[in-house]
């Protein structure tokens, strides 16, 4: 069954990991005590220096070099590697996985970072993804729940008053990323045709969710993470245990 451990406030000193174990990280983008240059120039590859130099927003620069680092860093607890050596290869849809021929232990991992929260979930022998969210108003939200959510997942956010519509949307829309990302497909996952049975009959206090299509045994969790934000994770199966670690830079 799965069990679920508190928070904990410093990065372990050894880590094990199984597929009955999912490590969830947490870490502030706008962490004062970061090194943004020493990141980005001692830790990033020269691909990732590159997509950084690409993008505009000195705000999108420095969000994506501290999550790829931070990434970098919590998976070498892991591999036999510094966080510099860690080899990604990437899916056709841009998902990065870690390239098998040169970290054989088979570990899964997926990322997620919304304004100044980002997240690692980290597993073994399982697909996995996770989604967090900076709980916001959403321009035309009417619209997007109407092309990407089912008939059901659309009636609960239309009966909610105004003032939880915002909860409603972003506690389905993480639950539907992350799916799809464990799938590998981000967004791009036909989400009308698999019905994810988002909307439980107590969806505030129920965190753990079964399928009911043909993708059964895949499970649905909510994560309570910071009172601003939402997060989901989605993995394979049931049986397996999730520990936080709050991600300590020092």
Known sequence: MKKIN??????????????????IWKARIYDSVLDIEKLHMEILSQEEKQRASRLRSAKDRMRFIVSRSLLRKSLSHYLDASPSEVRFTYNKYGKPNIDPEYHPENIRFNLSHSEDLALYAI?????????????????????IVSRFFSKEEGEFYHSQPNKKKN?????????????????????GLPTKEFDLQLVPPDIEHTDHIQMKNKD?????????????????????????????????DT
Request: net charge negative; charged share 30%; hydrophobic share 40%.
């Open 6 to 23: 508190k928070l904990r406030d410093s990065s372990p000193a050894n880590l094990e990991l199984s597929e009955n174990l999912v490590h």
């Open 123 to 143: 597993t073994q022998n399982r697909e996995i993804g996770i989604d967090v969210e900076y709980i916001r108003k959403v321009n035309k939200a009417d619209k």
């Open 167 to 187: 909860w409603a949307f972003f506690t389905l829309w993480t639950r539907k990323e992350a799916y799809s990302k464990a799938r590998g497909m981000g967004i």
């Open 216 to 248: 059964s045994k895949w499970s649905l969790i909510n994560i309570e993470i910071d009172s601003d934000y939402l997060a989901a994770l989605a993995t394979e199966g049931n049986d397996f245990e999730i520990s936080y670690w709050k991600f300590d």
